[in-house]
């Protein structure tokens, strides 16, 4: 895949959003506002505005125990089980297979009224990175969403009005070394998990209907994509 005509650019951009995904958010300082807490969940975003828009970049950070870094980008990269947990998708389409580690989808969602439908195109990357903090301690696994333009879905060309998303689920997995001669079991493992998202709605939204869209629809989407991977990983093998 380095030899294809997007590996430039989906080099720059993994590089970035994973330097970005594992800043902290920081003192309050820095411009993130926590807006929506549940257990271990935090989701923060900044209230940004591009030509009128709402663009809130967010930042979610999550802690799961039982399941790994690489369990979790395995079952977000994948196809074939993005039904399963992507509640508010309506149709799904991969138009290039780049490589084994990248693909390009077309995605529509379900309608937010009062706005018009939205679609979306993006490639999207899966990396192995080593683990920069416990060099003896099992990688970080990513993936990166990143809007791109494709000749078969020309932007605005249908109904649906075209979003512009940058997507990074970065995954930090640590095993805690079960009892003397102990196999390590799935009680051992916590992984850390970062989920950062900018959103250009495309078109016109209103602010207060995105904003309370983000709010409900984030929190969602985190608990259950994080439940669905324990369910489908309780009774296989550690994918480390
Ligand atoms: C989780 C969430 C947050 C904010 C809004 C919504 C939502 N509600 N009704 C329609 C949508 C909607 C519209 C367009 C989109 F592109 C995505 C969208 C969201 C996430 C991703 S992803 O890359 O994180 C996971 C792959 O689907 C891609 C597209 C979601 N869902």
Known sequence: ATLHRLWPEIEKVVKQ?????????????????????????????????????????????????????????????????????????????????????????HQTHKRIWPASQRDVVFWSHLRRLPNDQDRDGPDIWTVVNNSTEHPDHPANAGKCVRIFLTVCLLCQTRVDPPKAGAPVSRDDITCKITYCSVVNPGGWAPASVLRAVYKREYPKFLKRFTAYVKNQTKDKPIMY
């Open 17 to 105: 959003e994973v330097a970005m995904a594992k800043l902290g958010v920081g003192e309050s300082g820095t411009g993130w506002q926590l807006f929506a807490e549940d257990g271990e969940m935090r989701m923060y975003r900044r209230e940004e505005e591009v030509d009128g828009m709402v663009v809130d970049p967010l930042k979610a950070v999550h802690v799961v125990k039982g399941i790994t870094g690489r369990e979790l980008c395995h079952y977000f990269f994948n196809p074939q089980y993005r039904y399963d947990w992507e509640t508010t998708l309506e149709h799904m389409n991969v138009l290039e297979t780049i490589s084994e580690d990248t693909l390009i989808f």
